[in-house]
Antibody, heavy 116, light 107 residues
Framework: EVQLEQSGAEVKKPGESLKISCKGS????????IGWVRQMSGKGLEWMGV????????RYSPSFQGQVTLSADKSTSTAFLQWSSLKASDSAIYYC?????????WGQGTLVTVSS | EIVLTQSPGTLSLSPGERATLSCRAS???????LAWYQQKPGQAPRLLIY???SRAAGTPDRFSGTGSGTDFSLTISRLEPEDFAVYFC????????FGQGTKVEIK
């Protein structure tokens, strides 16, 4: 069974750094793209970017380029989404998804709250 | 960039009724690259339909997708209590654009 298990909720202050994770299981982690989707409170879905764990090829949405960094660790089948300096506007639920652009499998989501 | 506009914003219906949701694209979308997702409160979205009309694994046959070019629709033939949710369309294959969603609520 394909599963994407995300790390738990985070509460951070503006300016702090953060790295959240998504562990894949039940499939060959290095053979599928892993993407990230943002959902701000009560809002729609925004694609952020994707990474191919096999060779770390990474593609970002223009809206998120330079704002976040995607990475992956093949040894632990885990993908990461990180911020170097959080803003209040980064408060949202972040979902990891399997696939380059069609998202058949989703993680349960990680709630990130940024507040002073 | 293609913009997807969903209508109506909210659809108020009773169980057993038929629901028709619309997704209009600002440019032609190959029907091979239009998907629909369902999201229930507190849950991650779930893929329902891909390639405009193909049901994903586990999608009940009361859900059907149609359309081509710039106009697509998702129809739920007879609403079950578990179908009241938010539905998003998505263009995939190039840009990964989502529509803003349609909420199907109990009347």
């Amino acid at each position: 069974e394909v599963q994407l298990e995300q790390s738990g909720a985070e509460v951070k202050k503006p300016g702090e750094s953060l790295k959240i994770s998504c562990k894949g299981s039940g499939y060959s982690f290095t053979s599928y793209w892993i993407g990230w989707v943002r959902q701000m409170s009560g809002k729609g879905l925004e694609w952020m970017g994707v990474i191919y764990p096999g060779d770390s090829d990474t593609r970002y949405s223009p809206s998120f380029q330079g704002q976040v960094t995607l990475s992956a660790d093949k040894s632990t089948s885990t993908a990461f989404l990180q911020w170097s300096s959080l803003k209040a506007s980064d408060s949202a639920i972040y979902y990891c998804v399997r696939g380059d652009s069609l998202f058949e499998y989703w993680g349960q989501g990680t709630l990130v709250t940024v507040s002073s | 960039e293609i913009v997807l506009t969903q209508s109506p914003g909210t659809l108020s219906l009773s169980p057993g009724e038929r629901a028709t949701l619309s997704c209009r694209a600002s440019q032609t979308v190959s029907s091979s690259y239009l998907a629909w997702y369902q999201q229930k409160p507190g849950q991650a979205p779930r893929l329902l339909i891909y390639a405009a009309s193909s049901r994903a694994a586990g999608t009940p046959d009361r859900f059907s997708g149609t359309g081509s070019g710039t106009d697509f629709s998702l129809t739920i033939s007879r609403l079950e209590p578990e179908d009241f949710a938010v539905y998003f369309c998505q263009r995939y294959g190039g840009s990964r654009t989502f529509g803003q969603g349609t909420k199907v609520e109990i009347k």
